[in-house]
């Protein structure tokens, strides 16, 4: 089931406003996020338009779980962040998805929540494309 303005189910421009899919994983995509004041930060969402984490089984639950923990393996091989923070929102957004967001002592928000979009770093495709791949080695 996809949702119709959902940018994880419909991908292309609803997407485009806040990530780039680097790949499918085995039952959600790995997204990075725009947004790149924490280098590495992304997002896994899960394959279906459900809302809860409720609104799935068991097995599904846990092959999700193996997916945010297959991807921040690779970010923290990728990017050697002193913290990885997990966020699972989505008021607005009823999909089923997990921020993955590096911490780093030396950067800002150390040792406090990190905002939702601080609209601060964005980057040139081709720095995109570079962090992208170096994701994709460390899957």
Known sequence: MKGENCGYC????LLA????????????????????????????????HVSEIV???EEERNRFFADVTRAARAIHKAFSPDKLN??????????????????????????????????????SDAEYEEMIEKIKKCL
Request: charged share 25%.
């Open 86 to 123: 997990y966020g699972a929102y989505g008021d607005t957004g009823c999909h089923l998805h997990m921020h993955l967001v590096p911490k780093y002592r030396d950067g800002d928000e150390w040792g406090g929540t990190f905002q939702m979009n601080p609209d601060k770093v964005y980057l």
């Open 17 to 48: 406003k806040f990530g780039i899919k680097i790949c499918d994983l085995d039952v959600s995509q790995l997204i990075l996020f725009k947004e790149q004041s924490k280098p590495g930060r992304c997002i896994v969402a899960y394959r279906d």
């Open 10 to 13: 419909q991908g292309g421009e």
């Open 55 to 57: 609104d799935i089984s």
